[in-house]
């Protein structure tokens, strides 16, 4: 990569970071409504993983999105503009945190409901093999969600028909509040693919250098007609589920130890040490940050609410 790429992901991780934290404080002040689930923590996971695809590579993912809509390009203005249900919202203000999308950049939500979402994904993958596009599509989900029957119907399917999946399994350690070796009867969750006969590997989700790496060569093995790819991204979320979790489930001094192995600071480390950048570099990038989340904020907060009668838009697909 050129310096310019390199300083691009430490802008989206960073971005990212801030982005969720605003949310929080917005959510407490009422300003946010719904269910939200932040993805501090794993920003260096999606932000390596998308910045491996190409522009026809779709992407789809569960409910703790809004990294992942950044990495897909969507602004942060219609991000926040989301997070508070106003028009200009990259769904238009009635998708709100856990259904965001942007087809035209193929990304492709956002999904609610649990492991749902998987077989829309071997959908999207089947119509690209049909259509003879050379597209792969990037389906992340969690942990819990390979414990749910969608989860072994969309990847069986996807090696039966040989489709341009990688299945990305971000284990964050939990599945809302169960430990994953409490709820889960192999040791790794690759071994899962194992059943389907998908290759699988793990890879190190606080990494985004790693990751990048790791995506890169997947999709190039998928893109060529090699089939489904299964990756675990080892990883975790700094916070709670959702904003609601009272956080009984996990010690302090394990959030701590997690804490240490920071994603943003591995990656500064690594730029720093690999001199491709200077901290006063990446300090400039944390202000104009600071100064685009406020921004986005503001728009947010400024953009008119949907109407009442936009409840009846967007139900329908016209051709």
């Not at 993983?49 to 969507?74: E, F, K, M, W």
């Not at 769904?91 to 998987?118: E, P, Y």
């Not at 819990?144 to 990305?168: C, D, M, Q, R």
């Not at 959702?242 to 996990?250: A, T, V």
């Amino acid at each position: 990569m050129e310096k310019e790429e390199y300083l691009d992901l430490y802008h989206q991780m960073v971005l990212i970071r801030r982005i969720e934290e605003a949310a929080a404080l917005l959510y407490q002040e009422g300003k946010i409504g719904g269910f939200l689930h932040l993805y501090i923590g794993q920003e260096a996971v999606s932000t390596g993983l998308i910045s491996a695809r190409l522009p026809q590579d779709r992407v789809i993912t569960a409910y703790r999105d809004h990294g992942v809509a950044i990495n897909c390009g969507v602004s942060a203005d219609m991000v926040m503009a989301e997070l508070l249900g106003k028009v200009t919202g990259t769904s238009h203000g009635k998708g709100g945190s856990m259904h965001m999308a942007d087809v035209h950049k193929n990304f492709w939500g956002g999904h609610a409901i649990v492991g749902a979402h998987l077989p829309i994904a071997a959908g999207l993958a089947l119509g690209d093999q049909y259509k003879g596009r050379n597209g792969v599509t990037i389906c992340m989900f969690g942990d819990g969600a390979t414990n749910i029957g969608y989860f072994h119907e969309a990847l069986n399917l996807s090696k039966v028909w040989n489709l341009p999946v990688l299945w990305v399994c971000e284990n964050n350690q939990y599945g809302m509040g169960t430990a994953v070796d409490r709820a889960s009867a192999v040791s790794e969750i690759r071994q899962k693919a194992e059943g389907y006969c998908i290759p699988n590997e793990r890879v190190d989700g606080m990494d985004i250098i790693k990751v990048r790496q790791a995506a890169e060569r997947l999709l190039a093995d998928i893109r060529s007609g090699k089939g489904p790819y299964f990756l675990e991204v080892e990883t975790y979320r700094f916070s709670g589920h959702s904003m609601g979790d009272p956080e009984r489930y996990r010690k302090q001094d394990e959030v701590k130890r997690w804490e240490e192995n920071d994603p943003i600071g591995i990656y500064d480390h690594y730029l720093t040490s690999n001199k491709i950048a200077e901290e006063a570099e990446l300090d400039q990038i944390d202000q104009k940050v600071a100064a685009e989340v406020q921004a986005s904020i503001q728009f947010a907060e400024t953009s008119p609410e949907p109407e009442p009668a936009d409840l009846y838009k967007h139900v329908y697909f016209d051709k």
